[in-house]
């Protein structure tokens, strides 16, 4: 079942939203040759608590992984797709791309959001990567109406990332939120046919999530159980929005 939300739960949707947008952008002012990824966790864990919210991720009990999430921000470096875990041995240096993805808890309702971001000066391919799968994820916001069905989101993204030349990620999806960080429906950047193609309504929030591949799209995890990568070692993206539905088109709610 899908869950609308009320104007009033999207307003508590757009606080958490935007504490998610603030650290973002530090997080992005933060990055450079040099810093870990544990630097980037330490401020983020601290800005969460001083404005009274809960992580979305930290202690988030996942079966497959066997344990709890242990950090306030996923930290995913080059050819790690999602799930990276902070560390302060994971330094970052020059050319790499480092995805950064974060979500909280406030009012008892919760804002997840991703970026990608370079480190110095990138190459050309992970420049194009990057500007590709942000493409594709505003594409998709825009197809954010009412009226519209799951499947004009998922194509978006789909039709563009693939017509730059890359691949989607297919393991790991976007998903509904609200009360609960994963919701219904399953939001993939694809076409599935296997799926339902629910139209959607006014009060629908999704957390859009293109994550895309330079190479092979396919992935396995690490002996961390959490870190996922390409198979091939080749760069991934990752942008990441919770957006709303609404009668006057998309509420982008992770913006400042």
């Known amino acids: 079942m899908i869950i609308r939300k009320s104007p009033s739960e ?9 504490l998610v947008a603030e650290i973002l952008d530090e997080m992005r002012g933060m990055v450079e040759p040099g810093i870990s990824t544990m630097d980037l966790e330490v401020v983020a864990e601290k800005r969460v608590l001083e404005a009274g919210a809960k992580s979305a991720f930290k202690g988030y009990y996942v079966p497959a992984a066997g344990s709890r999430f242990p ?27 480092v995805k950064i993805d974060i979500g909280v808890q406030m ?12 480190v110095g000066e990138v190459d050309a391919q992970k420049t194009r990567l990057m500007e590709a799968t942000e493409k594709s994820l505003a594409l998709a916001i825009e197809q954010m109406v009412p009226g519209n069905r799951l499947f004009d989101v998922c194509g978006a993204v789909q039709r563009h990332v693939e017509g730059e030349g890359f691949t989607i990620v297919r393991e790991f999806v976007g998903h509904g939120i609200g009360a609960k960080l994963h919701e219904e429906p399953h939001v993939p950047n694809y076409v599935d046919h296997k799926m339902r193609n629910p139209r959607l309504r006014e009060g629908m929030v999704l957390a859009i999530e293109p994550m895309v591949a330079a190479g092979c799209p396919e992935t396995h995890v690490l002996a961390d159980r959490w870190t996922a990568v390409t198979t091939d070692g080749s760069a991934a993206a990752h942008f990441e929005h919770t957006v709303a539905i609404t009668e006057k088109g998309p509420w982008v709610l992770t913006t400042k």
């Not at 999207?10 to 935007?18: D, F, V």
């Not at 050819?79 to 020059?94: A, C, D, M, N, Q």
């Open 71 to 97: 950090c306030v921000l996923c930290t995913s470096i080059n050819e790690e797709v999602v799930h990276g875990i902070p560390s302060k041995k994971r330094v970052l240096k020059e050319g790499d791309i």
């Open 107 to 118: 009012d008892g309702y919760f804002g997840d959001s991703a970026t990608t971001v370079a």
């Open 10 to 18: 999207l307003e508590k949707m757009r606080s958490a939203s935007r």
